[in-house]
């Protein structure tokens, strides 16, 4: 992995520092777990707006599900239910991309001046990468982190796990890391610091 990229890698922050420390800084000790099964096709498919490439790796039928896993670790009902229904319809990744490509434009297009004009101007081909649907939370050798989502701007690409509800309660789901890692795409691309953590973000981003 390329210098840049070590340093660009974006974080989705899935795990707060309790959970970090108690892994001991190793993947291995990690408790890692496939919420929806493994991942069990390739295939490559299109959002059906913007025409982003992406592969869901099968999530958009699951071939299993992990409630009673999620219920060991004290999730609570309405977490279940997210894991049960999954993704909700076949389609429905595809939608959640492009509905992540509108907001983190409108996100830009908000601010006006500079920020509104390139994101007016920034194309869905610009994801050149696409996106992948990832079965579990991931170590990320470069930033020494376990990750629910990144984004790579090496290739233009996005990563995020599909569904996940941590050891310490920590929940996250493909269709709220889009949004995050797409507006991670937008601020990379136009030259500001981007993890959109300030509420008046991007438009006071640097």
């Given at each position: 992995m390329s210098t840049q990229l070590k340093?660009?890698?974006?974080?989705?922050?899935?795990?707060?520092?309790?959970?970090?420390?108690?892994?001991?800084?190793?993947?291995s000790a990690q408790s890692y777990f496939e919420f929806l099964g493994p991942a069990y096709s390739d295939q490559v498919k299109y959002s059906p707006k913007y025409g982003i490439p992406y592969r869901d790796q099968g999530f958009d039928q699951p071939?299993?599900?992990?409630?009673k896993k999620a219920k060991r670790r004290g999730a609570p009902e309405w977490v279940l239910e997210e894991i049960g229904i999954f993704p909700g319809s076949p389609d429905a990744i595809g939608q959640w991309i492009d509905e992540a490509?509108?907001?983190?434009?409108?996100?830009?297009?908000?601010?006006?001046?500079r920020l509104a004009d390139f994101a007016s101007s920034l194309t869905p081909a610009s994801?050149?990468?696409?996106?992948?649907?990832?079965?579990t939370i991931w170590y990320e050798p470069a930033l020494k982190a376990t990750l629910a989502g990144a984004y790579y701007p090496d290739v233009r690409s996005i990563r995020v796990v599909n569904i996940y509800y941590g050891t310490s309660g920590d929940y996250r789901h493909a269709r709220l890391l889009l949004?995050?890692?797409?507006?991670?795409?937008?601020?990379?691309?136009?030259?500001?610091?981007?993890?959109?953590?300030?509420?008046?973000?991007?438009?006071?981003?640097?």
């Open positions: 340093l660009s890698v974006k974080r989705s922050l899935l795990l707060t520092a309790a959970v970090l420390f108690s892994c001991a800084g190793s993947a071939l299993s599900r992990g409630l490509f509108d907001e983190a434009r409108a996100s830009f297009q908000k601010c006006g001046g994801l050149s990468g696409g996106v992948s649907i990832e079965p949004v995050w890692e797409m507006k991670n795409h937008f601020g990379t691309l136009a030259g500001i610091q981007s993890e959109p953590l300030a509420p008046d973000w991007p438009c006071s981003a640097r």
